[in-house]
């Protein structure tokens, strides 16, 4: 995580991605409990997780409110 936050601060890993990575490297979990342990310090992923999967969905009321700031 250190050296992707290096290149990227405001990187959000792809939790999917991770989980396919994780068995294709046979890591047992150990990249996913990475991403997990990093996102429950930082609880603006959350933020930045909602908003990713809004803009996926094309849910433009939710792009809105995280983007003008309203909840």
Known sequence: MAALLQIRPEAVPNRIVVQHADALLGSNGRL???????????????????????????DLDTI???VLGFR
């Not at 997990?36 to 909602?50: F, G, I, V, Y």
């Open 64 to 66: 809105r409110k995280h």
């Open 32 to 58: 996913l409990h990475e991403v997990e342990s990093w996102d429950a310090s930082n609880p603006s992923n959350l933020r930045r997780r909602e908003l990713n999967a809004a803009i996926v969905r094309n």
